[in-house]
């Protein structure tokens, strides 16, 4: 039992805390959160630091790591909240690499290079996750239609679930092909987010029915991921805040009932930050089940509206200004816990099995 | 970075599950409540048992007479120990005894501590006052310099377990010219010394605790621990004692579990109810959240790291819970669910009914839980005083 990260893993997470730190104002993010596009630049120059092929084979020219470290690359990126599809490529290249049926490393090693870019694409106008209408014909034509597409136009692919002839699975689709088209949201996330309509286009199967479980899975845990970054730096930037904001006489830190707020926030944060490693964790040898995934995303998606609402009710009218950054990580942080299955959906799937004894150990 | 339980750990589990099976009868769980978790006849054989495994003193070091295994055995033994409410050790064993491994004289160890591990000594700790409680440091009983001893007046409350214990482990101001933290000294005084009066208090939840009183009452030299006027750090040593089984999880998932078995039997149609088995899902989140914060911080103590601001967090959390998590449950059990357990149709022993009474101690006891609150601001982040 060590749920601390081991001395490679600090070393990249501090690496990429420094280098965004350094090489991305938060003005950047801002900008680009604006126009609702991705940071090409900053994509590309983490394809040369190598990070993302993190949990990628060293065939393709990965970093041969697992999803742990792969979850600090997530974490690091929601932590400065830049528009880029971290969790999104994150998850379709550990499908493609692990659970495809066939040999998918031409895809991967473009991956790596930044070259392509593979997002996933399986929500529908039902809103249920569950529910998948996307349809592959025998020709290999995909019909249909898939919503709240993270990152649907930065990428060069897209990852889809839809029915074909073999049942369902996952399929790789060209956003460049002819017929693909997008029609931009505008979420509480300022991420850039489409409605994708497929109409007759070439769709190659990956990989099976079993493979959709496990890529809503590792989505939903990389969503837990980005909603633990959020409050962490939520909590980060009200104790700063708060140690300098003074009011009769002292510093805002000092009274009682501050406190006690940071320490809710702060108690949401170490239980969210134990719970999401030690999903990752679980999954990289296949220990954690979808409940797992569904638990820990449930119990996130309820924390982060808690903290970062405490965080602003901390910091008052400032808080709620754009210049300050306190907001990104409200946004961010609401936008993710409606991703990949909310409280009340993921609460829905533990319901079915409450008979079980709960884990103490 | 690895989650994972090592099979060291887990076959130590079993092994306590065995165990807890072979001695876990009625009539033992009957002589537990009559006396408050004091031993009596089938405890002691208990207790025997318990010693012979070396269960007890496992973690300390060996130089204090233990056997130097990781705390996280200690964690293992509490959580096993906690689901089936099996007494593994009150604060004697927890306490009293490593704070005389740590601090006693030569003659303080030989005197107490076999006494201790075969069950014959047991202490009620005497640290409350009834103008002393969460600021414990205030305490005003106090011990004159005497021929031979110390001389002790004064008053104590919830002194719990005090008419079914041979001592009391008494906080006790030695030195009225001190600051208040410096003036301390830890007494050890016999439950049945001329001047000891005990006097019982009934608890909402059916526990019974104790006032005591001393006039007069004299303690000799050998009793007082060393160092004199030195009783605040053995006090706050003694607290750390508990640290890293401080909040189970595993008594609070049989809180759930008990429930589930009883809907289960006597109530299919409310487990059937999608509204119930969503109430039951988010107890299972908040049971895994309390268990993160719990493990944390056992771990960090087990490391041998001194993080008060994770023991902390533990605590809030695991009481917190206590509450919400019976409170909830007796809703959904139904008017069965408030049933005590002197009623033979009481769910479990009334079991969740009584924890739900007996949560209020959790929260404001051992460190009242705004003062935590306050600890994990200031020492875990940082927030000026
Ligand atoms: C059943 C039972 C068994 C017990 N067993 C023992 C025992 O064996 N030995 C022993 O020595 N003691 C024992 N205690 C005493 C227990 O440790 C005290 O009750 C505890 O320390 C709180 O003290 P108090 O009850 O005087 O509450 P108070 O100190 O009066 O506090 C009441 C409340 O005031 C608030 N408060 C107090 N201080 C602060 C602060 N600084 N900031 C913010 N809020 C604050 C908190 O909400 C707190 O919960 C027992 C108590 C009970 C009920």
Redesign the interface.
């Known amino acids: 039992?060590?749920?601390?990260?081991?001395e490679t893993?600090s070393l990249l997470q501090t690496t990429m805390r420094q280098y965004l730190e350094t090489e991305i104002p938060f003005d950047r993010v801002r900008e680009h959160e604006e126009k609702r596009v991705a940071d090409a630049e900053l994509w590309k120059a983490m394809a040369g630091q190598g990070w993302l092929g993190i949990p990628l084979p060293e065939t393709v020219g990965g970093g041969g790591a697992g999803l742990?470290e792969a979850g600090i690359f997530v974490h690091e990126l929601a932590r400065r909240a830049v528009v880029v599809p971290g969790a999104e490529v994150m998850t379709a290249a550990v499908m493609l690499a692990r659970h495809a049926d066939g040999d998918e490393s031409e895809i991967l090693a473009a991956l790596v290079d930044g070259n392509a870019i593979v997002v996933p694409a399986h929500l529908e106008a039902a809103d249920d996750l569950e529910k998948v209408d996307a349809a592959v014909d025998a020709e290999g034509r995909l019909a249909g239609a898939k919503h709240y597409v993270d990152y649907a136009d930065f990428a060069t692919h897209h990852l889809v679930t839809a029915r074909g002839t073999e049942g369902l699975g996952l399929y790789l689709v060209e956003r460049s092909a002819p017929g693909v088209s997008t029609e931009a949201l505008r979420s509480t996330g300022r991420t850039p987010q489409a409605i994708v309509t497929y109409r007759d286009v070439p769709a190659r199967r990956v990989a099976g029915e079993a493979a959709v479980g496990q890529l809503i899975d590792l989505a939903r845990t990389f969503a837990s991921t980005q909603i633990l970054a959020c409050m962490e730096v939520s909590?980060e930037q009200t104790?700063a805040y708060?140690?300098v904001r003074v009011q009769f006489g002292?510093?805002l830190?000092?009274f009682?009932a501050?406190?006690?707020h940071?320490?809710?926030m702060?108690?949401h944060v170490?239980?969210?930050r134990?719970?999401v490693?030690?999903l990752l964790?679980?999954l990289e040898d296949g220990?954690a089940s979808s409940d797992d995934a569904a638990?820990?995303k449930?119990?996130l998606s309820?924390a982060v509206p808690e903290v970062t609402m405490l965080g602003h009710q901390l910091h008052g009218g400032q808080g709620l200004i754009e210049e300050n950054d306190l907001y990104f990580f409200t946004i961010r942080g609401k936008d993710r816990a409606l991703a990949w299955g909310s409280a009340e959906e993921c609460?829905?799937i533990?319901?079915?099995d409450?008979?079980t004894?709960?884990?103490?150990? | 970075m690895d989650y994972r339980w090592p099979d060291e750990y887990l076959a130590f589990r079993d092994e306590v599950e065995s165990f807890i099976h072979e001695w876990r009868t009625p009539e033992l769980l009957a002589e537990q409540r009559e006396l408050e978790g004091a031993p009596g006849p089938l405890s002691r054989k208990y207790y025997e048992a318990l010693q012979k495994k070396g269960w007890m003193r496992m973690c300390w070091a060996k130089e204090m007479g233990g056997d130097g295994r990781d705390p996280l055995y200690q964690f293992i033994l509490v959580e096993t120990m906690e689901y089936w409410r099996m007494p593994y050790g009150n604060l004697t064993f927890t306490s009293v005894a490593p704070s005389i491994a740590q601090y006693g004289t030569e003659g303080q160890k030989a005197a107490y501590l076999p006494g201790i591990w075969n069950g014959e000594l047991t202490f009620a700790i005497g640290y409350s006052e009834p103008n002393a409680g969460t600021d414990l440091a205030s305490l005003r009983t106090k011990g004159e310099k005497v021929d031979g001893g110390w001389k002790v007046n004064g008053q104590k409350i919830w002194t719990s377990l005090a008419a079914h214990s041979t001592h009391i482990w008494l906080a006790t101001r030695t030195d009225p010219d001190a600051k208040k933290h410096q003036g301390i000294s830890v007494l050890i005084v016999k439950t049945d010394s001329p001047g000891v009066t005990i006097r019982p208090l009934q608890t909402v939840s059916g526990l019974k605790t104790y006032e005591t009183f001393y006039d007069d009452v004299f303690v000799p030299d050998e009793d007082v621990l060393p160092p004199l006027h030195g009783g605040w750090s053995i006090i706050m040593h003694a607290l750390n004692h508990e640290r890293v089984g401080l909040s189970p999880t595993s008594n609070l998932a049989r809180n759930y579990d008990v429930l589930v078995e009883y809907l289960q039997k006597n109530a299919p149609h409310k487990l059937a109810d999608p509204v119930v088995r969503n109430r039951l899902a988010e107890l299972r989140v908040e049971l895994q959240r309390h268990r993160a914060l719990a493990i944390r911080n056992a771990v960090t103590i087990a490391r041998g790291a001194i993080k008060p601001g994770e023991a902390s967090m533990a605590k809030i959390s695991g009481s917190e819970l206590r509450y919400r998590i019976t409170t909830l449950a007796m809703d959904i059990a139904g008017r069965a669910g408030g049933l005590a357990r002197d009623d033979a149709r009481s769910i479990e022993g009334g079991l969740i009914q009584n924890n739900y009474l007996a949560s209020p101690i959790l929260r404001f006891g051992g460190g009242t839980n705004e003062v935590q609150r306050s600890i994990i601001a200031t020492r875990h982040l940082g927030m000026t005083r």
């Open positions: 039992m060590n749920p601390d990260l081991s893993q742990v909590l104790v708060t140690n002292q510093p830190a000092a009682q501050v406190q006690h940071a320490a809710n702060c108690m170490e239980s969210s134990f719970l490693y030690e964790d679980a220990r638990l820990v449930a119990s309820r609460l829905a533990l319901a079915r409450v008979e004894p709960p884990r103490w150990l």
